[in-house]
């Protein structure tokens, strides 16, 4: 927990202060004020002013091409991300679409960000909190095991993406039409048992996961993410929610709107009609729970997830079904894999405009850059999933401070960290926190 200040003072009226300095475990610089006012609740802020990154600006002028290397910058942890959404929007824009082989290899690639990401999230970042401690090398001490079992399973993701991608941070290996090398088969057989204990390492710490004690929170969510009719959506579908959207990637812009507010260097994001939405893992478990392998449906139920996870702070037990579906697509994938005889299809660029959209381990990130006749990169936008998420955190936190109000300081302080944390907020996807501010005022 970081360190906080208070001061109160006032001839009248005595005001409260909590400030805390960087949050822990979270990426990056921003702010949280909450005001109090005898005893109701007159606004809940994030304020983010992380430097804003200017990625959007300085791809316009580049080369097609170029997009997937100089995005994938923008993340150190999901750059698979950045890469998948900008190579299928360009092959969107190219009229070409990767199947077979190649379309296996990039979801298995994926598959090893999901793993290693939400490893880190999960063990290191999310179960101090539940076990209370300040952070990993506190709870290492007593939780050895879980804490080496969170670092293996990282490593496990890294490597996929090494072998498959190139390298693991910022992959070098992927490109518009496939990949620049594909793996052979002896490559990707050599992950087998490592996956096989994976997978049942993630078994064992979802259950674990699921034991814990999770704040009272019920939330009424718009969840959005993409939804695929064949299997567990990770990298294609429609834009669905649960309030009855469903749409084609091309038509995101006509539902949600990117604002921007004095308090923030980051844009949000909001659906134009309803408002606030959630995206990331409870998002795609609740619209695609049903494509979940046996085992991973099998943890869920014995997690008593149930169809709808309504509790933020549930989030990571949904972030270990998914390491667990992700180390079983992962093997069925490698199982089934042979070495194409080439590792990209032919690609010619021409005009126009084009969409990607895929799931990043905190949800929808979306692609949408418009080509001149050259071949070059004329206009970007790039939605990353915490900006999408921005405004419902603020939503979460008005609802948690609410039914909480009474708490002191400090234990308010802790759940309103907790509870921005279940989102894993990026500081490489344009939202960052730091100084949580709690401010009562009483007459």
Known sequence: MANRTRNSRDSNRRMRFIRDGYLARVE?????????????????????????????????GRRMEEAIDITSRI??????????SSAHAMENVCGIRVGDTLRELRRLLYCG???????????????????????????????????????RLKKLGNDIMRV?????????????????KAPTSADLNAFIPELEWARDAAVSATELFASLDFPPLDMDWEVVALSHPDEYAMNE????????????????????????EKRSNALRVIHRRRGPYHVGPIARYTLNHEHLTPLAAKVATRTRLGERVTNPYRSIVVRGVEIVYACEEALRIISQYACPPQSAVPVRSRAGVGYGCTEAPRGLLLHRYRIDDDGLIREA???????????????????????????TDDKLSWYCEQAIRNYDPCISCATHFLDLRVVRDAS
């Open 113 to 151: 960000e999901w793993i290693e990401s939400h490893a880190l999230h999960t063990f290191m970042l999310h179960l101090p909190d539940f076990l209370g401690y300040d952070g990993a090398l506190e709870m290492a001490t007593d939780y050895p095991d879980e804490v080496s079992t969170g670092l």
């Open 28 to 60: 990056g610089e921003g702010g949280m004020d909450i005001r109090i006012r005898d005893g109701c609740i007159e606004r809940v802020h994030l304020r983010i002013f992380e430097s804003p990154r200017f990625f959007e600006a300085f791809l316009r």
């Open 381 to 407: 936008q790039i939605v990353p999933p915490t900006a999408q998420n921005q405004a419902q955190i603020e939503e979460d936190l008005r609802t948690l401070v609410a039914d909480h109000i009474d708490l």
């Open 164 to 180: 498959v991608g190139g390298r693991e941070i910022h992959p070098i290996n992927v490109k518009v039409g496939g990949f620049y």
């Open 237 to 260: 579908g429609r834009i669905r929610s649960n309030r009855g959207l469903d749409i084609d990637i091309r038509n995101f812009n006509d539902e949600f709107e990117e604002i921007h």
């Open 75 to 84: 993340c150190g942890i999901c750059p698979v991300a950045y890469q998948m």
